[in-house]
């Protein structure tokens, strides 16, 4: 998955859920840092990290 998807799929959630970049952060136990660099597309995430925002709101 490249970043541009990532982020189109966070914005996607954010949106449907009701979630700021805190909220989701705090859910998914990421730094919130890490979710705004997501939604910008910065490849600064690790594949754990994708792999663990994913799952989450797979699960969610």
Do not use: C, R, W
Request: charged share 25%; no cysteine.
């Amino acid at each position: 998955m490249n970043s541009a998807e990532l982020s189109d799929l966070i914005i996607e959630y954010q949106l449907k859920h009701s979630l700021t970049d805190n909220g989701l952060a705090f859910a998914s136990h990421l730094p919130v840092e890490l979710i705004h660099s997501m939604k910008v597309g910065e490849d600064s995430a690790s594949d754990d990290e994708v792999e663990q925002i994913l799952k989450y709101m797979q699960e969610n």
